[in-house]
């Protein structure tokens, strides 16, 4: 036999059900055929006895001999073969979930795929009208009992090997590989790592500080707080309108926050001004960048020297993801943009906005 032609030995006697819903799906077909639900408990009576034997497969036909009482007939059951454009639709659904190859390959048929390729005008399995029956025998049933015993065993070797139909409808399990697997396309590591990057839009600055509402004198009642904690309240209002999460931090980056956001209360709460800074500058990524010393890998490194030598800075002393000119130092975080910091005081202290190309914050200094 070719590879596109398979046999499948006969079923020996003895009651069986089809359990898979692909199985079934191929059962209603048939019965969809035929009137007469007679000739299907006929074809289930001679199946389950075991007369039917070895099954052959192939591209828009199944066949197989099946015995009644002496005499012994040919059965088929016809169902049409995919076009090429039919299979290029069917392999692009495919190809579109890494999962529905996987499912196949474990003997099983997704429903999405299924309902995927009915959407795209290819429908994988039959329906009213599609399966055409034949037979040698000279009743006059179409379909006969030796054609419906021949589609019951069918769905019984569906329940194993959904790519049965797939073979009926043209291509056997190596072809339909070979053909959804390259459409899944990746990018050579190599290639990923020599690519430059293309512009991401800028990361939000740390916000500003929040003005204190005016509220007038109330006895018994200490204005000044209430004010704070309105403003307070505004500012992480705004931190969950913008990222859709509560902000959580514990007491030293709240008082961070507090001194950066009610500049009133910086005094009060002993936070340390460069961090307050920091956080002015883009609030907790900028604080990340003023506390968090890093070692970059090795990609991250060269990338980072690349993107330092494209914008023709001067030669920087480098310590871990801090580059240092002077009294100037641009401190790579681990989003890849790049926070710029002066000297002064005995300190580092952030100065600028952060930005991904390390030329616009070092001109910024």
Request: hydrophobic content about 45%; charged content about 25%; some cysteine.
């Amino acid at each position: 036999m070719t590879e596109r032609v398979r046999g499948y030995p006969a079923f020996g006697k003895g009651a069986r059900r089809t359990r898979s819903w692909w199985g079934r799906a191929w059962l209603q077909a048939f019965e969809d055929t035929t009137l007469d639900q007679t000739v299907v408990r006929q074809g289930r009576k001679w199946a389950n006895a075991g007369l039917v034997g070895t099954i052959t497969a192939g591209p828009g036909r199944l066949a197989a001999t099946v015995a009644d009482n002496d005499d012994a007939f040919h059965a088929t059951v016809s169902l049409p073969v995919f076009t090429d454009a039919e299979w290029d639709r069917f392999l692009a659904q495919v190809a579109v979930k890494a999962g529905y190859l996987a499912a196949l390959l474990d003997r099983e048929l997704p429903r999405e795929l299924v309902e995927a390729a009915d959407d795209v005008g290819v429908p994988l399995l039959p329906g009213i009208g599609d399966l055409d029956p034949d037979c040698t025998c000279p009743g006059w049933d179409t379909p006969c009992r030796h054609a419906a015993a021949l589609c019951h065993q069918v769905a019984w070797l569906l329940d194993a090997d959904p790519w049965l139909v797939l073979l009926v409808r043209g291509r056997t399990q190596d072809e339909v590989v070979a053909g959804a697997r390259p459409r899944i396309r990746g990018v050579p590591a190599a290639e990923a790592f020599a690519a430059v990057a293309g512009e991401l839009p800028e990361s939000p600055t740390g916000p500003d500080p929040v003005a204190l509402p005016d509220l007038e004198p109330v006895p018994g009642l200490d204005v000044e707080v209430l004010a704070l904690l309105v403003a307070d309240a505004a500012a992480k209002a705004r931190d969950v309108l913008a990222t859709g999460e509560w902000p959580s931090y514990d007491d030293r980056r709240d008082r961070i926050r507090l001194a950066a956001t009610v500049p009133e209360l910086a005094g009060r709460l002993g936070a340390d001004p460069r961090a307050v800074a920091a956080w002015r500058q883009a609030g907790p990524a900028g604080l990340a960048a003023f506390e968090d010393a890093w070692t970059p890998s090795k990609a991250e490194a060269s990338r980072a020297a690349g993107a330092w030598h494209r914008a023709e800075l001067p030669e920087a002393a480098v310590t871990r993801n801090r580059w240092t000119v002077a009294d100037r130092q641009l401190r790579h975080a681990r989003d890849g943009r790049w926070f710029g910091y002066v000297r002064r005081d005995g300190g580092w202290w952030p100065a600028g906005p952060p930005h991904r190309d390390p030329g616009t914050v070092f001109a910024d200094l």
